[in-house]
Every structure is written in C-alpha cells, then in structure tokens.
C-alpha cells in the first residue's frame, strides 16, 4: 500500500510559477513509475507528466512542454511538478499518481487556480 499527499497548490497570477510536491509512503518508491495529472471542472482528467523510477526518463502532454518539470528524490520519496509560465487555462485540481505494471496508486490531490 503507497499512500500519496499532494501539496504546494494554490492561486498565482498567470505568469507565475508554482511547485508542486507529492511525498509517497513505503519503502519501494523508486519501483514505480510517478505521474502528474489534473483535472478541471466538467472536464476528464488528463495526463500532465510523469517520470520512470529511476528518474532518467521523462513524458510531458504538449500543452505543458518546456513551462513545467517533473522531477523526483528517490532519497525523500517525493516527486516535484515545477510550473512555469502559469495560464488560466492550467487551473485545475492537480493529483499525483504511482503505478507500476500491476497496480496504481492515486493522491486526493491539489487545487491550482491560475488568475488572468
């Protein structure tokens, strides 16, 4: 069982930048594969970025490329989301998300809401 807390949402001014941290539990971190999706009001939840375990390897939605970076400490058992060049658009609850082949554990997640 890996339990995830999402934290560092809030309201910014567009432009701005936000950090967004998701500390895991458990001893087997690095085994699964960490992942940033979001979701706004009346609309699915969609993929934002993710990171292997290792962290080598990482995978972002073209809507967020070269703004946000994804990022982990395997020491710390924590994955960062770093936002850059924040648009209104971007507002949404973000939720942090570990998976391997076999299971896939979710956050409660963090509203980030971007004024214009």
């Known amino acids: 069982q890996v339990q995830l807390v999402e934290t560092g949402g809030g309201l910014v001014q567009a432009g701005g930048s936000l950090r967004l941290s998701c500390a895991a539990s458990?001893?087997?971190?690095?085994?699964?594969?960490m992942n940033w999706f979001r979701q706004a009001p009346g609309v699915e939840r969609e993929f934002v970025a993710g990171?292997?375990?290792?962290?080598?390897?990482?995978y972002y939605a073209d809507s967020v490329k070269g703004r946000f970076t994804i990022s982990r400490d395997n020491a710390k058992n924590t994955v960062y989301l770093q936002m850059n060049s924040l648009k209104s658009e971007d507002t949404a609850v973000y939720y942090c998300?570990?998976?391997?082949?076999?299971?896939?554990?979710w956050g409660q997640g963090t509203q980030v809401t971007v004024s214009s």
């Open positions: 998300n570990a998976k391997t082949t076999y299971i896939t554990y």
């Open positions: 458990g001893r087997t971190f690095s085994r699964y594969t």
């Open positions: 990171i292997s375990g290792s962290g080598d390897s990482t």
